[in-house]
């Protein structure tokens, strides 16, 4: 469903992507892993939108989408969940979940509302609170659960455990494994915990130097110290 080819983009005069390609079937489980400053994040904001690509392809579904505004990809179905989340942390958690939903255009506003509050039923009790007063991890589930209203086709996760207290990480890892099994979302994600990626992905995609130098099944890596030395550096 993604075919990223030979995408360089960076910031500035400096590529941080060099003619990096990668392939996401539909309905995969993919992590994106590397050492820190690889440009993992830029890859991510490059296929979402944000980072313009100075040369190469990335192509949804066939079509390519490499000079449409993110607002466009959106509504194409690609779903982002940025690094440090994206939520509103003045507004309620009731009305950043309704921002996301007025975003994809939608007219059953509340029915979608309501549908992602049963999902999640954390976000139902905190529903008046505002986006900062929820722990953390609560406000990882509410970016999360922002991101799903959006009913996306491919769910692009960049970091999601970082800082979040494991029973929250348990969940989030176990939500995204079902999204993906029970409504075939195409998953995408970015970590630096090589446990939690190796429980929501199957394939890893190694990332060097602005390209994928390797993949692999993540089971496989799991259990390969000299590949994780040579390119996460752990
Ligand atoms: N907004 C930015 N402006 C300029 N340079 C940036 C910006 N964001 C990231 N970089 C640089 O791009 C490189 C890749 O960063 P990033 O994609 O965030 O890596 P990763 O997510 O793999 O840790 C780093 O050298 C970083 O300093
Ligand atoms: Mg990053």
């Given at each position: 469903m993604l075919h990223v080819e030979g995408l360089t983009a960076g910031y500035g005069a400096g590529a941080v992507l060099?003619?990096?390609s990668l392939t996401v079937e539909d309905g995969d489980r993919v992590a994106i892993?590397?050492?820190?400053?690889?440009?993992?994040?830029?890859?991510?904001?490059a296929l979402v939108g944000e980072v313009k690509a100075q040369r190469g392809?990335?192509?949804?579904?066939?079509v390519d989408v490499t000079r449409e505004p993110a607002?466009?990809?959106a509504r194409r179905g690609i779903a982002y969940v940025p690094q440090g989340r994206d939520i509103f942390?003045?507004?309620?958690?009731?009305d950043n979940l309704r921002v996301a939903v007025y975003g994809t255009g939608a007219k059953d506003v509340a029915e979608l509302v309501e549908g992602v509050?049963?999902?999640f039923p954390v976000l139902r009790e905190k529903a008046k609170l505002p986006g900062a007063g929820l722990s953390g991890g609560q406000q990882q589930i509410l970016a999360l659960a922002r991101a799903l209203v959006m009913r996306p086709r491919l769910l692009l996760l960049d970091e999601p455990s970082e800082g979040i207290q494991p029973s929250i990480v348990d969940q989030i890892a176990e939500h995204v494994r079902r999204v993906n099994e029970e409504r075939g979302i195409t998953v995408v994600i970015v970590e630096q915990n090589l446990e939690f990626a190796g429980r929501v992905a199957e394939r890893a995609v190694l990332v060097d130097k602005g390209q994928v130098v390797r993949e692999l099944a993540t089971?496989?890596?799991?259990?390969?110290r000299d590949l994780q030395h040579e390119y996460l550096g752990v």
């Open positions: 060099n003619d990096l892993l590397g050492r820190n400053g690889v440009g993992k994040t830029t890859l991510l904001r392809q990335i192509r949804l579904d066939g607002h466009r990809r942390p003045g507004l309620s958690v009731l509050m049963d999902e089971d496989t890596l799991l259990t390969d």
